[in-house]
């Protein structure tokens, strides 16, 4: 039997965003170096390097911040998408049945 639809697999896409979830959860740099810093503070490279120090544990914040909550939603957006034009698409078919 003839059918006037179109399926495009959309379940990738949320496999795509819980990995994406999953394991920016799991990307957390050990904050210890930043406590041993204070060994250092009395010399100029120790100074930089606190300063070196800080601003990758802030970029990886930032990073797991935003992998984690804007990529999902990118990609969960680009899926309602995808399922929209399936949709639309499925409606334009014309199917012609022969016995």
Known sequence: MSENKVFMDTKIF??????I???TSE??????PLKSVKVWQYTDVGLKM??????????SKEYRKEASGS?????????DGMIRVDEVASKSLKVEMNK
Request: charged fraction near 30%.
């Open 14 to 19: 949320t496999n795509i965003v819980n990995d």
């Open 71 to 79: 990529l999902p939603r990118a990609f969960l957006t680009l899926r």
């Open 50 to 59: 606190e300063k070196i120090l800080k601003k990758v544990y802030k970029s």
């Open 21 to 23: 979830k999953h394991s």
């Open 27 to 32: 990307c957390v740099l050990d904050e210890s």
